[in-house]
T-cell receptor
Framework: GAVVSQHPSRVICKSGTSVKIECRSL??????MFWYRQFPKQSLMLMAT?????????EQGVEKDKFLINHASLTLSTLTVTSAHPEDSSFYIC?????????????FGPGTRLTVL | AQTVTQSQPEMSVQEAETVTLSCTYD???????LFWYKQPPSRQMILVIR??????QNATENRFSVNFQKAAKSFSLKISDSQLGDAAMYFC???????????FGQGTRLTINP
């Protein structure tokens, strides 16, 4: 099946530093990837849609300059949390689309837990 | 805007019994897809089942089946012969055919009692 990986699975950083999270599609080419944020006991909140070779589309209320997304290849998208603060602590999940645009199903990575001290 | 509502924050069922999770959605579109995703304690989102709106036949995947009522905009998930490994958060999701984004419901936490 379609497998999506994320790295790292957990990261702890100091306030003010930047953290990069990688999302990879392992056995398929993903023209589109998505980044979600999930707070404890809550649903997934879409942050941005990432298309290979173009700028990401951010959801309303998501700071583009804080959450930098790069989708440089058909198998890799990265999310960089810049100047992280404790309120950025959360669970970040990526997903990727395989198949045709109209019928595709999103497959999810295992998530990355970010803790900002 | 499309919305997805899961009115049951928590559900519990005895092992081997059957449980139904509810989901309703609001859309003005006619072509769309509906999904149920499972998120176990590992937090890995797993696709359970998917339904195309143009199909009248309800989707089934082994012990999982849906009751898709298009006119009522209802999409419930039935889990038969519940197993301990079914314990998880279950999210209902909607995708308009012409869009890439998924719209998620709030989730239902399912507990399986041995």
């Amino acid at each position: 099946g379609a497998v999506v990986s994320q790295h790292p699975s957990r990261v702890i950083c100091k306030s003010g530093t930047s953290v990069k999270i990688e999302c990879r599609s392992l056995d398929f080419q993903a023209t589109t990837m998505f980044w979600y944020r999930q707070f404890p006991k809550q649903s997934l909140m879409l942050m941005a849609t990432s298309n290979e070779g173009s700028k990401a589309t951010y959801e309303q209320g998501v700071e583009k300059d804080k959450f930098l997304i790069n989708h440089a290849s058909l198998t890799l998208s990265t999310l960089t949390v810049t100047s992280a603060h404790p309120e950025d602590s959360s669970f970040y999940i990526c997903s990727a689309i395989t198949g045709t645009f109209l019928t595709d199903t999103q497959y999810f990575g295992p998530g990355t837990r970010l803790t900002v001290l | 805007a499309q919305t997805v509502t899961q009115s049951q924050p928590e559900m519990s069922v005895q092992e081997a019994e059957t449980v139904t999770l509810s989901c309703t959605y609001d859309t003005s579109e006619s072509d769309y897809y509906l999904f149920w995703y499972k998120q176990p304690p590992s937090r890995q989102m797993i696709l359970v089942i998917r339904q195309e709106a143009y199909k009248q036949q309800n989707a089934t995947e082994n012990r999982f089946s849906v009751n898709f009522q298009k006119a009522a905009k209802s999409f419930s998930l039935k889990i038969s012969d519940s197993q301990l490994g079914d314990a998880a958060m279950y999210f209902c999701a909607y995708k308009f055919q012409g869009a890439q984004k998924l719209v998620f419901g709030q989730g239902t936490r399912l507990t399986i009692n041995p």
